[in-house]
Every structure is written in C-alpha cells, then in structure tokens.
C-alpha cells in the first residue's frame, strides 16, 4: 500500500501561482502512476494531469495546458503540480492519486483506475 499527503493548497489571486505537492510513503514509489484530480462543489471529480512511472507519458486536461506542469522525484517519493496562471475555475479541492502498475509508461485518466487516494488540499482563486 501506500499512503499520500497533499500540501501546497491555499488562496491565491487570479494570475498567481502555486505548487502542490504529493508525499507519497509505502511501497515503492516508482511503481506508481500517478494523478491529480479536482473536484469542484457540485461538480464530478476531473482528472487534472496524469503522469507515468517514468514520467515520460503526462497528461493535462485541455483547461490547463500550457499553465500546469506534473513532475515527480521518484528518490524523494513525491509528485508536484505546479500551477501558474491561476483562474477562478480552477478554485476546487485537489487529490492525488496513485495506482500501481507494471507498465513504465502508462498513465490514467479515471478515477476509478486509482487505487490510493489523499485527502485533499483546497485551492481556492479569488477574481
């Protein structure tokens, strides 16, 4: 198993920046795909950005290219979000989530193919 710790969450104009980060202790890390994912009140939860074991296959969902970055450190056990150009809409609680796999360079878009989860860190953009 392994278990996440979010951090980085907090309020911050429109435009500004913040990094979140996932602290990840169990097993192996770099066995791990992993994934960010916002959920808004009311809304479903949404895949943010996905990257792989190897981070050489991410994903960014089209509302957030070009202004976030995923990133991890598999010898720290840690995955970031670095999030620049903040918007309104992003306001939302953020999750990390993991899912072991064999395959170096998948990752996943669903929430149900997760199966580690933190508890959430709030992001909230004023205008």
């Known amino acids: 198993q392994v278990q996440l710790v979010e951090s980085g969450g907090g309020l911050v104009q429109a435009g500004g920046s913040l990094r979140l980060t996932c602290a990840a202790s169990?097993?192996?890390?770099?066995?791990?795909?992993m994934g960010w994912f916002r959920q808004a009140p009311g809304k479903e939860r949404e895949c943010v950005s996905a990257?792989?074991?190897?981070?050489?296959?991410?994903y960014y969902t089209n509302s957030v290219k070009g202004r976030f970055t995923i990133s991890r450190d598999n010898a720290k056990n840690t995955v970031y979000l670095q999030m620049n150009s903040l918007k309104p809409e992003d306001t939302a609680v953020y999750y990390c989530a993991a899912r072991d796999t064999p395959s170096e360079n998948n990752r996943f878009l669903k929430a149900y193919d997760y199966n580690y989860w933190g508890q959430g860190t709030q992001v909230t953009v004023s205008s």
């Open positions: 169990g097993r192996a890390f770099n066995m791990y795909s």
């Open positions: 990257i792989s074991r190897n981070a050489g296959n991410t």
